[in-house]
């Protein structure tokens, strides 16, 4: 079938939200590579859309040096868990947004079935409000207005002035999944946790030198000054003025 018409139909119609500085979930935007589609498109009617990302820091202590934590070391980080949970329509299933030929469109109906992984956007679209105001002219967000000259971060959408946040979640892969169909509630959910391979913005470049912010050395134009004062080059360095002596 490759386009289930239930994709035409008044329930996928776009509506109007709020216009707030506070980020509303009415603003987020999920696409996934639906069937028979070569482009991202927006999964519609998802009821719960959220992600968990954790890393385990081990403290490193000497003997002899009393009860003094010397430096906090991170370990790897795990794979992130992404929550998707979506309204079960009768022609469209939260597999086939994602891109497997279940329900109408084939045989898939087990994660056994899956065989390749899928990727997921996400844009958190801001609205006219933060675009027009503290992004292209409020003197009061430099930080979001100086994003728009990292095209990674902050993304022109059609032909407005409506900019967006763009998350692109890379390789990835269901690992659980469940529907129930209960005689006491007439709406069908189907959920699912996803793990991700990784997480980019889309055009920015990532490595070793990835310039995250807080870093104590020269690099990109920056002043390198840092913000911790573990660090000894610092201008903030740890001083008797620094607690209070």
């Not at 906090?72 to 998707?84: A, W």
Request: aromatic share 10%; charged share 20%.
């Amino acid at each position: 079938m490759g386009n289930p018409r239930e994709l035409d139909t008044y329930i996928y119609r776009m509506g109007t939200a709020p216009n707030t500085r506070v980020a509303v979930s009415q603003k987020n935007k999920v696409y996934g590579y639906m069937v028979g589609k070569k482009a991202f498109q927006q999964i519609g009617v998802v009821s719960e859309f959220g992600f968990d990302e954790s890393r385990t820091i081990d403290p490193v202590r000497g003997v002899g040096f009393g009860d003094q934590i010397a430096e906090l070391v991170p370990s790897v980080t795990e794979p992130m868990s992404v929550t998707l949970n979506r309204t079960l329509m009768y022609t469209v299933g939260i597999f086939q947004v994602l891109g497997y030929r279940g329900g109408v469109e084939g045989l898939v109906r087990s994660l056994r079935h899956h065989r390749w992984p899928f990727d997921l956007k996400q844009e958190l679209v801001f609205p006219e409000i933060v675009s027009k105001e503290d992004i292209t002219l409020g003197s009061d967000a430099p930080s979001l207005r100086g994003a728009t000259t990292q095209p990674g971060n902050v993304k022109n959408l059609a032909a407005t002035s409506i900019k967006a946040l763009f998350t692109f979640y890379e390789g990835c892969w269901v690992e659980s999944f469940n529907s129930s169909f209960t005689s006491d509630a007439a709406i069908i959910a189907e959920n699912t946790t996803i793990k991700v391979t990784d997480i980019i913005d889309g055009v920015s470049t990532y490595g070793e030198y990835i310039d995250s912010g807080l870093s104590p050395i020269s690099a990109n134009g920056t002043s390198g000054a840092g913000y911790s004062l573990r660090f000894a080059g610092n201008s903030n360095v740890a001083s008797t003025s620094a607690f209070g002596a």
